[in-house]
């Protein structure tokens, strides 16, 4: 009798919502409200929206809203296109020989430059709505992130352990199963990862995409890329700190609620078996873990994709040919993807010239390539010196483990930080002081991006073998041997990452670093980010072309001759494993 | 009743399998003619050494792989891919690490329709036979190596498989864990507890061979072919120290290191001169295999069993040293035992000079490809040569992996008996510094 009161105790207490339980359904119904309250202002007629913006600081946080959905609309529409793009290249031997090419290509591209084809595109699309220009601005996050997930997805698929797959084809998977259940959970932490540091550098789009000004057209979407843009019109530098201020708090919020759960989230798929990898932590998947009444709620869809991934989902049988006949096929689709390729790519390559050629002359050209070259200079002169500043800094960082615990999130936090918002301190200042823009506006093109730098070599510092440094210790090498025999090699690997990142974000933000304005003062550096800008506020779409596609070449030439070798030796001589 | 007992179960007929070249063709044999029988009943061990394709072949009988030519049949029917009425053990287990252990068993059955709650049924009822009690939600990462091994067994046996396929399941694990695997997995089959008919198992290791098989079949390296089939008629449960155990597996090293027939061939290697793939082994480990052959334990030579019981190994660690010294004239090895020769006893006893001195020359006289780099590089009149070059040359013969492995070890090799220099970096052999 006794016993079964308390197994009727249990239960009863099982199902009861607890304390957690409240907290995350208040987290979760705001989070609702917000959503909906967000996307109405999405579809509402474009009644010259640059009239709705207003600087009172009231407004922030609706703004805010506006800006984070756009954000979540723009890695939505990444992870659709990764599945699809990533899984056919993966999939297909043809479509690979090009896909992959056009996704490097792509990598390198620096898309703000692009911002002003696709405005005018997305309007004519959905004339007379917001929408036309909500889409353009998520589109110009959406090529900050896409290519660089889709990237990785792709090598994760290419390489699922082989033994897994033998166990996936004895087990008879169909190809839909063998997705779910084996390649999709093996890139799963590549791709959080890799979604979380897109999205780290898509704050900085999200704010320069909303006001835009292309020739006549102006657009500003409620945000605060266009509450900044106001605020620096009208030389309200109370409002541009209210604008950082918010624009911090967006950030930890994002941080806290999305990138470490799903960083923790991921870390189920990891497939080093040994345990010894410290386990990132959460305070939001705790919660989750403690409330009753939510896991139950959540149990639902989890079991209901858990079915769709179980589906068998067969191509209907397919016509069986022979080895040969199968030789036959794989040949003439060989010949049919190569010819089509080289004909479309020609094709391209014709359209391009015609439409360059047609108002550009060739010393167009030559000032392009020229001010492509001073941005390059400016591009490598920053790079070395946050190396300099960076890596000892980092390093010392990375050897106090407490202290590196510490300074690692700030660290991935300042990099997530749209340093598009702190210009126009910058650019008060350059005026106030009447500096040199040349030299002072290109410490802009770094601001955001340093903290790569900073955050890969505190990480490689961390991850340094503790029994080498004992080694470097019992045989007293000291001060310069030790930073060059010891430590720079070890951090090597992690230091190009770091800096590869910092440098493709810098191209990028010379767009907007290098041609900034205050009310009615522009200030503006030598450089083919000022050149591409300017071209875009005048709407010259033949020299926005010719700038973007100079700067793809050189960015082209500047990661296949200094970046790949550089990670190629860092990948064979200085590996610690 | 009778009839369907005598009828095999399986069969494999004259299947061949080759390596794809460098350039994509199809290159040397894997496996020659191999053919086979599976009967109801028995466990069958395939055993060889590396190279002898018995991995090849278990993929080609799971469907997995799909031979080049000959057939394989499974009760009369033809086999074309994976199909129901077998399951596989893999050496690593290879689990997926996202599952727990219960849906890890799952899967199988979930994939192929059968229904959730009939699926849980039969999937606890397999992690309890294989004595998993109590660990149906732990992670893989959670297990310890024996522990996930049990989950990949379970995995097989949820599946009602006919036949069980296992791929060496007990060479990634410690002895002791090993062991009791073993035992478990046996007293299951001998007491029926198991839904399967018969198991095909590959080992390298000729002991645990003697005591799961009633059947061994053992195959020949490059290419692998079906050297000879030992019955196995001890009663289970078998002991290792009991001399008809020991006899047969002293039978079964005499017969795996017969010497070839006289043809003109060069150690056991397969290929010929330039072309021979040679195994990775160090020069650390030669040198010290060598110094305990020339010790007092075995004052210059040993019986194989007795060496690879001294030194804790399996045969497919210890025929590759034993076969290089072969080759580099250091010894000789023949019926199930190995004996210095007059090179290999000064070797033992000299001094670090003089070691790479008779090595270098022993290297130059009887590796064809050492002696094809340094002439190479003796009539170039910059001394240096790249790696890629005798690449090339080697993948005429075999496949990509062997061609990089063939000729890290000469690199290895030559480094020590101070042929040539290599440099990583620019990927080139040089005479420089070695003078």
């Given at each position: 009798?006794?016993?079964?009161?308390?197994?009727?105790?249990?239960?009863?207490?099982?199902?009861?919502?607890?304390?957690?339980?409240?907290?995350?359904?208040?987290?979760?119904?705001?989070?609702?409200?917000?959503?909906?309250?967000?996307?109405?202002?999405?579809?509402?007629?474009?009644?010259?929206?640059?009239?709705?913006?207003?600087?009172?600081?009231?407004?922030?946080?609706?703004?805010?809203?506006?800006?984070?959905?756009?954000?979540?609309?723009?890695?939505?529409?990444?992870?659709?296109?990764?599945?699809?793009?990533?899984?056919?290249?993966?999939?297909?031997?043809?479509?690979?020989?090009?896909?992959?090419?056009?996704?490097?290509?792509?990598?390198?591209?620096?898309?703000?430059?692009?911002?002003?084809?696709?405005?005018?595109?997305?309007?004519?699309?959905?004339?007379?709505?917001?929408?036309?220009?909500?889409?353009?601005?998520?589109?110009?996050?959406?090529?900050?992130?896409?290519?660089?997930?889709?990237?990785?997805?792709?090598?994760?698929?290419?390489?699922?352990?082989?033994?897994l797959e033998?166990v996936a084809s004895s087990l008879m998977l169909s190809p839909w199963q063998r997705f779910w259940q084996l390649e999709?959970?093996?890139?799963?932490?590549?791709?959080?990862?890799?979604?979380?540091?897109?999205?780290?550098?898509?704050?900085?789009?999200?704010?320069?995409?909303?006001?835009?000004?292309?020739?006549?057209?102006?657009?500003?979407?409620?945000?605060?890329?266009?509450?900044?843009?106001?605020?620096?019109?009208?030389?309200?530098?109370?409002?541009?700190?209210?604008?950082?201020?918010?624009?911090?708090?967006?950030?930890?919020?994002?941080?806290?609620?999305?990138?470490?759960?799903?960083?923790?989230?991921?870390?189920?798929?990891?497939?080093?078996?040994?345990?010894?990898?410290?386990?990132?932590?959460?305070?939001?998947?705790?919660?989750?873990?403690?409330?009753?009444?939510?896991?139950?709620?959540?149990?639902?869809?989890?079991?209901?994709?858990?079915?769709?991934a179980l589906?068998r989902?067969?191509?209907?049988?397919?016509?069986?040919?022979?080895?040969?006949?199968?030789?036959?096929?794989?040949?003439?689709?060989?010949?049919?993807?190569?010819?089509?390729?080289?004909?479309?790519?020609?094709?391209?390559?014709?359209?391009?010239?015609?439409?360059?050629?047609?108002?550009?002359?060739?010393?167009?050209?030559?000032?392009?390539?020229?001010?492509?070259?001073?941005?390059?200079?400016?591009?490598?002169?920053?790079?070395?010196?946050?190396?300099?500043?960076?890596?000892?800094?980092?390093?010392?960082?990375?050897?106090?483990?407490?202290?590196?615990?510490?300074?690692?999130?700030?660290?991935?936090?300042?990099?997530?930080?749209?340093?598009?918002?702190?210009?126009?301190?910058?650019?008060?200042?350059?005026?106030?002081?009447?500096?040199?823009?040349?030299?002072?506006?290109?410490?802009?093109?770094?601001?955001?991006?340093?903290?790569?730098?900073?955050?890969?070599?505190?990480?490689?510092?961390?991850?340094?073998?503790?029994?080498?440094?004992?080694?470097?210790?019992?045989?007293?090498?000291?001060?310069?041997?030790?930073?060059?025999?010891?430590?720079?090699?070890?951090?090597?690997?992690?230091?190009?990452?770091?800096?590869?990142?910092?440098?493709?974000?810098?191209?990028?933000?010379?767009?907007?670093?290098?041609?900034?304005?205050?009310?009615?003062?522009?200030?503006?550096?030598?450089?083919?980010?000022?050149?591409?800008?300017?071209?875009?506020?005048?709407?010259?779409?033949?020299?926005?072309?010719?700038?973007?596609?100079?700067?793809?070449?050189?960015?082209?030439?500047?990661?296949?001759?200094?970046?790949?070798?550089?990670?190629?030796?860092?990948?064979?001589?200085?590996?610690?494993? | 009743?009778?009839?369907?007992?005598?009828?095999?179960?399986?069969?494999?007929?004259?299947?061949?399998?080759?390596?794809?070249?460098?350039?994509?063709?199809?290159?040397?044999?894997?496996?020659?003619?191999?053919?086979?029988?599976?009967?109801?009943?028995?466990?069958?061990?395939?055993?060889?050494?590396?190279?002898?394709?018995?991995?090849?072949?278990?993929?080609?009988?799971?469907?997995?792989?799909?031979?080049?030519?000959?057939?394989?049949?499974?009760?009369?029917?033809?086999?074309?891919?994976p199909?129901?009425?077998?399951?596989?053990?893999?050496?690593?287990?290879?689990?997926?690490?996202?599952?727990?252990?219960?849906?890890?068993?799952?899967l199988g059955?979930r994939a192929k329709?059968?229904?959730?709650?009939?699926?849980?049924?039969?999937?606890?009822?397999?992690?309890?036979?294989?004595?998993?009690?109590?660990?149906?939600?732990?992670?893989?990462?959670?297990?310890?190596?024996?522990?996930?091994?049990?989950?990949?067994?379970?995995?097989?046996?949820?599946?009602?498989?006919?036949?069980?396929?296992?791929?060496?399941?007990?060479?990634?694990?410690?002895?002791?864990?090993?062991?009791?695997?073993?035992?478990?997995?046996?007293?299951?089959?001998?007491?029926?507890?198991?839904?399967?008919?018969?198991?095909?198992?590959?080992?390298?290791?000729?002991?645990?061979?003697?005591?799961?098989?009633?059947?061994?079949?053992?195959?020949?390296?490059?290419?692998?072919?079906?050297?000879?089939?030992?019955?196995?008629?001890?009663?289970?449960?078998?002991?290792?120290?009991?001399?008809?155990?020991?006899?047969?597996?002293?039978?079964?090293?005499?017969?795996?290191?017969?010497?070839?027939?006289?043809?003109?061939?060069?150690?056991?290697?397969?290929?010929?001169?330039?072309?021979?793939?040679?195994?990775?082994?160090?020069?650390?480990?030669?040198?010290?295999?060598?110094?305990?052959?020339?010790?007092?334990?075995?004052?210059?030579?040993?019986?194989?069993?007795?060496?690879?019981?001294?030194?804790?190994?399996?045969?497919?660690?210890?025929?590759?040293?034993?076969?290089?010294?072969?080759?580099?004239?250091?010894?000789?090895?023949?019926?199930?035992?190995?004996?210095?020769?007059?090179?290999?006893?000064?070797?033992?006893?000299?001094?670090?000079?003089?070691?790479?001195?008779?090595?270098?020359?022993?290297?130059?006289?009887?590796?064809?490809?050492?002696?094809?780099?340094?002439?190479?590089?003796?009539?170039?009149?910059?001394?240096?040569?790249?790696?890629?070059?005798?690449?090339?040359?080697?993948?005429?013969?075999?496949?990509?992996?062997?061609?990089?492995?063939?000729?890290?070890?000469?690199?290895?090799?030559?480094?020590?008996?101070?042929?040539?220099?290599?440099?990583?970096?620019?990927?080139?052999?040089?005479?420089?510094?070695?003078?």
């Amino acid at each position: 009798m006794s016993s079964r009161f308390v197994a009727f105790a249990s239960i009863g207490r099982k199902t009861l919502p607890n304390q957690y339980d409240l907290i995350a359904a208040a987290l979760i119904f705001a989070g609702l409200i917000a959503l909906i309250h967000g996307t109405r202002g999405m579809v509402l007629p474009l009644e010259a929206p640059q009239s709705t913006i207003s600087l009172d600081y009231a407004n922030l946080p609706y703004y805010a809203l506006r800006t984070a959905l756009r954000m979540f609309a723009a890695i939505g529409a990444s992870l659709i296109f990764t599945f699809l793009y990533a899984t056919w290249a993966a999939k297909s031997r043809h479509a690979e020989r090009f896909l992959i090419p056009i996704l490097d290509i792509l990598q390198s591209v620096p898309i703000l430059g692009f911002l002003s084809f696709t405005v005018t595109f997305f309007l004519g699309l959905f004339p007379g709505s917001t929408l036309g220009a909500e889409c353009a601005a998520i589109f110009a996050i959406f090529t900050s992130q896409a290519w660089n997930m889709a990237f990785s997805f792709y090598q994760s698929l290419r390489n699922v352990p082989e033994e897994l797959e033998e166990v996936a084809s004895s087990l008879m998977l169909s190809p839909w199963q063998r997705f779910w259940q084996l390649e999709t959970p093996y890139a799963m932490p590549g791709l959080i990862w890799n979604t979380m540091m897109s999205m780290s550098g898509g704050w900085f789009f999200v704010v320069a995409s909303e006001a835009i000004s292309v020739g006549n057209t102006t657009v500003s979407l409620p945000g605060i890329g266009s509450y900044l843009a106001l605020a620096i019109d009208h030389k309200r530098i109370d409002a541009v700190v209210a604008a950082i201020l918010t624009m911090l708090l967006v950030i930890i919020i994002y941080d806290q609620l999305l990138f470490r759960p799903l960083v923790t989230f991921g870390g189920r798929f990891r497939v080093e078996l040994s345990g010894g990898e410290q386990e990132e932590r959460s305070w939001v998947v705790l919660l989750f873990r403690r409330t009753r009444w939510l896991r139950a709620i959540a149990a639902g869809p989890a079991q209901l994709f858990q079915r769709v991934a179980l589906w068998r989902l067969e191509l209907p049988v397919r016509t069986n040919l022979s080895p040969s006949g199968h030789r036959m096929k794989e040949r003439i689709l060989d010949v049919l993807s190569i010819g089509g390729g080289i004909i479309a790519g020609l094709w391209a390559l014709w359209l391009v010239y015609r439409y360059v050629s047609a108002h550009l002359t060739l010393a167009e050209l030559g000032v392009a390539v020229w001010l492509t070259f001073l941005t390059m200079l400016r591009v490598i002169a920053l790079i070395a010196l946050a190396t300099l500043v960076w890596v000892p800094i980092g390093v010392l960082i990375g050897l106090n483990p407490r202290l590196a615990e510490k300074i690692q999130p700030l660290a991935q936090f300042l990099a997530a930080f749209p340093a598009n918002v702190l210009f126009p301190i910058a650019v008060v200042a350059i005026v106030r002081f009447s500096l040199n823009p040349d030299i002072w506006l290109s410490f802009l093109i770094i601001f955001g991006t340093q903290w790569y730098i900073l955050f890969n070599v505190v990480g490689g510092a961390t991850a340094f073998p503790h029994d080498l440094r004992e080694a470097a210790s019992s045989f007293k090498v000291r001060g310069l041997d030790w930073w060059v025999m010891v430590m720079l090699p070890g951090i090597f690997p992690y230091y190009v990452t770091g800096a590869l990142t910092a440098s493709g974000g810098s191209w990028n933000a010379s767009i907007v670093a290098e041609y900034v304005k205050w009310g009615n003062d522009t200030v503006q550096a030598h450089g083919i980010g000022a050149y591409i800008a300017a071209a875009t506020a005048a709407g010259d779409y033949p020299k926005i072309v010719l700038g973007v596609a100079v700067m793809s070449v050189f960015v082209i030439f500047f990661n296949r001759i200094l970046w790949r070798p550089l990670s190629r030796i860092a990948e064979r001589r200085t590996r610690l494993s | 009743m009778l009839e369907t007992r005598l009828k095999p179960l399986l069969e494999v007929k004259d299947v061949c399998q080759s390596y794809m070249t460098g350039s994509g063709e199809t290159g040397a044999l894997v496996l020659d003619n191999v053919s086979l029988s599976l009967k109801e009943g028995e466990i069958v061990g395939l055993l060889g050494r590396s190279g002898s394709g018995k991995s090849s072949l278990l993929r080609i009988i799971s469907g997995l792989a799909t031979p080049v030519s000959g057939t394989v049949t499974f009760r009369g029917e033809p086999v074309h891919g994976p199909f129901d009425g077998v399951a596989m053990v893999f050496q690593s287990a290879a689990l997926f690490p996202w599952l727990s252990v219960l849906a890890n068993v799952e899967l199988g059955l979930r994939a192929k329709k059968v229904q959730e709650r009939e699926a849980r049924e039969r999937a606890l009822r397999a992690i309890d036979l294989i004595g998993l009690d109590g660990f149906e939600s732990a992670f893989p990462k959670e297990l310890s190596g024996g522990m996930r091994q049990r989950v990949g067994f379970a995995r097989a046996l949820v599946v009602n498989p006919n036949i069980l396929l296992m791929d060496e399941p007990f060479s990634a694990l410690d002895v002791l864990t090993a062991e009791t695997l073993r035992t478990d997995l046996l007293d299951l089959w001998v007491e029926g507890r198991m839904p399967i008919k018969s198991i095909l198992m590959v080992t390298h290791n000729i002991e645990e061979a003697v005591l799961m098989c009633n059947r061994i079949l053992l195959l020949s390296s490059n290419p692998g072919r079906l050297a000879s089939e030992i019955q196995v008629n001890i009663p289970h449960p078998r002991n290792r120290l009991a001399p008809e155990f020991r006899q047969l597996v002293d039978k079964i090293y005499a017969l795996m290191t017969k010497r070839p027939e006289p043809v003109a061939r060069e150690g056991s290697f397969p290929g010929l001169g330039i072309g021979m793939a040679l195994p990775e082994v160090s020069t650390n480990t030669l040198a010290g295999l060598l110094e305990t052959l020339a010790g007092p334990q075995f004052k210059g030579r040993a019986d194989l069993p007795a060496l690879a019981d001294e030194l804790g190994m399996a045969i497919d660690d210890l025929f590759p040293m034993t076969e290089t010294l072969q080759l580099l004239r250091f010894a000789e090895v023949a019926e199930g035992d190995i004996k210095l020769t007059a090179a290999g006893l000064r070797f033992a006893e000299a001094e670090v000079d003089a070691r790479k001195k008779l090595f270098g020359d022993h290297l130059l006289a009887y590796v064809p490809l050492a002696a094809r780099i340094r002439s190479v590089l003796d009539e170039r009149p910059s001394h240096s040569a790249r790696k890629a070059r005798f690449l090339e040359e080697l993948e005429d013969y075999m496949s990509d992996d062997y061609a990089e492995e063939t000729l890290k070890s000469v690199i290895d090799w030559g480094r020590y008996g101070e042929l040539f220099a290599y440099d990583e970096t620019s990927e080139t052999f040089s005479l420089e510094n070695p003078t």
